[in-house]
C-alpha cells in the first residue's frame, strides 16, 4: 500500500474515494483519508469499534464506519468473531472462534448504488476467508477502481488455487492484470506474531511459502494503465543493491 498504491493514487486521483472491507483499526485507510479523500470502512467486529471512532473523529465527514459484512449476498449472514483482525464470516484458519452472531450483510454493488456513488479510486479486502466474494460483489463495469488489492491463503477453503484463478480470471474479463504477492511467515501467523516476508512476486502463479500453502495478497490494476506498471518498476528496482538496481533502472 504505501510502496506502489499512496504514491501513484496521490498524483493519479486529488480527490478520490476507497472502499476499505475489513479495515480493522484502520491502518490501510489512514494514509488515504491524510490526502484528503473519503473513506467507506467496514469493520464490524466490535473490538475495532473504538479505533473506528478514532478515525470518525479525526476525518469527520470523511471517514465513513460501516458495521455490515461483506459479501455474495445483501441480507444476513454469520460472523465469527476471534481475535482482533481474524474475525470473518468463517472461523480463522489462526485464531480461536470466541463467539458467532448474525449481522447484516450487503454486497458492494448494492451498498454503491444505495449510496449513490459516483466513483470508487481505491478498494481494499481483507475478510478472512470470504476476500473473494466480496470483492466480486463489486460492479466492476459502472465504478472501475484504479487498483484493488485482495488478500488470500489457500489455508482458507474458500481461497484453493482453483478459486484463486478464477478470481483472476473474472478480473481479467473486467479489464485488470495482477500483480500477486506471495508471503512466508514462518509458522509466525498461527502464534498470531504478524511477521512475514516477501518470497515472491508473479503475475499469476502463486507463490509457495515453505509449509505448502499460498498467502499474499493480489494488486488488481487496469491493464492498460502502463503509467502504474512504469512506476511499479521503479519501486521495486529501489529495493535491488546498488549495482543490481543500476542495471534494473537502465532497463526500465
Same mark, same amino acid.
Given at each position: 500500500? #504505501?510502496?506502489?498504491?499512496?504514491?501513484?493514487?496521490?498524483?493519479?486521483?486529488?480527490?478520490? !474515494?476507497?472502499? =476499505?472491507?475489513?479495515?480493522?483499526?484502520?491502518?490501510?485507510?489512514?494514509?488515504?483519508?491524510?490526502?484528503?479523500?473519503?473513506?467507506?470502512?467496514?469493520? %464490524?467486529? $466490535?473490538? @475495532?469499534?473504538?479505533?473506528?471512532?478514532?478515525?470518525?473523529?479525526?476525518? %469527520?465527514?470523511?471517514?465513513?464506519?460501516?458495521? /455490515?459484512?461483506?459479501?455474495?449476498? +445483501?441480507?444476513?449472514?454469520?460472523?465469527?468473531?476471534?481475535?482482533?483482525?481474524?474475525?470473518?464470516?468463517?472461523? /480463522?484458519?489462526?485464531?480461536?472462534? #470466541?463467539?458467532?452472531?448474525?449481522?447484516?450483510? +450487503?454486497?458492494?454493488?448494492?451498498?454503491?448504488?444505495?449510496?449513490?456513488?459516483?466513483?470508487?479510486?481505491?478498494?481494499?479486502?481483507? @475478510?478472512?476467508?470470504? =476476500?473473494?466474494?466480496?470483492?466480486?460483489? !463489486?460492479?466492476?463495469?459502472?465504478?472501475? $477502481?484504479?487498483?484493488?488489492?485482495?488478500?488470500?491463503?489457500?489455508? !482458507?477453503?474458500?481461497?484453493?488455487?482453483?478459486?484463486?484463478?478464477?478470481?483472476?480470471?473474472?478480473?481479467?474479463?473486467?479489464?485488470?492484470?495482477?500483480?500477486?504477492?506471495?508471503?512466508?511467515? *514462518? *509458522?509466525?501467523?498461527?502464534?498470531?506474531?504478524?511477521?512475514?516476508?516477501?518470497?515472491?512476486?508473479?503475475?499469476?502463479?502463486?507463490?509457495? @511459502?515453505?509449509?505448502?500453502?499460498?498467502?499474499?495478497?493480489?494488486?488488481?490494476?487496469?491493464?492498460?494503465?502502463?503509467?502504474?506498471?512504469?512506476?511499479?518498476?521503479?519501486?521495486?528496482?529501489?529495493?535491488? %543493491?546498488? /549495482?543490481?538496481?543500476?542495471?534494473?533502472?537502465?532497463?526500465?
Amino acid at each position: 500500500v #504505501k510502496l506502489l498504491a499512496v504514491p501513484y493514487l496521490r498524483d493519479a486521483a486529488q480527490q478520490g !474515494h476507497a472502499i =476499505d472491507v475489513g479495515a480493522c483499526v484502520g491502518e490501510t485507510a489512514s494514509p488515504f483519508l491524510e490526502m484528503g479523500w473519503g473513506v467507506d470502512l467496514f469493520e %464490524p467486529d $466490535p473490538a @475495532c469499534g473504538t479505533a473506528m471512532a478514532g478515525l470518525a473523529a479525526r476525518f %469527520p465527514g470523511r471517514a465513513r464506519h460501516r458495521t /455490515s459484512l461483506v459479501g455474495e449476498i +445483501t441480507g444476513a449472514a454469520a460472523f465469527f468473531r476471534s481475535e482482533v483482525g481474524l474475525a470473518g464470516r468463517a472461523p /480463522s484458519a489462526y485464531g480461536a472462534t #470466541k463467539d458467532v452472531a448474525t449481522l447484516p450483510s +450487503t454486497r458492494l454493488d448494492d451498498f454503491a448504488r444505495a449510496e449513490g456513488l459516483a466513483r470508487v479510486d481505491w478498494l481494499k479486502v481483507d @475478510c478472512e476467508g470470504y =476476500d473473494f466474494d466480496a470483492l466480486l460483489s !463489486h460492479d466492476f463495469e459502472r465504478l472501475p $477502481p484504479r487498483l484493488a488489492l485482495v488478500e488470500y491463503t489457500t489455508a !482458507h477453503p474458500r481461497q484453493n488455487e482453483t478459486a484463486v484463478a478464477a478470481t483472476l480470471d473474472a478480473m481479467a474479463r473486467h479489464g485488470y492484470g495482477a500483480l500477486v504477492f506471495g508471503y512466508e511467515d *514462518g *509458522g509466525n501467523f498461527k502464534r498470531r506474531v504478524w511477521d512475514y516476508w516477501c518470497v515472491g512476486l508473479t503475475s499469476g502463479d502463486l507463490p509457495r @511459502c515453505a509449509a505448502g500453502h499460498s498467502q499474499g495478497n493480489i494488486l488488481f490494476f487496469r491493464r492498460e494503465d502502463r503509467e502504474f506498471l512504469a512506476r511499479t518498476a521503479l519501486a521495486l528496482a529501489e529495493l535491488l %543493491p546498488g /549495482s543490481e538496481r543500476a542495471a534494473a533502472l537502465g532497463e526500465a
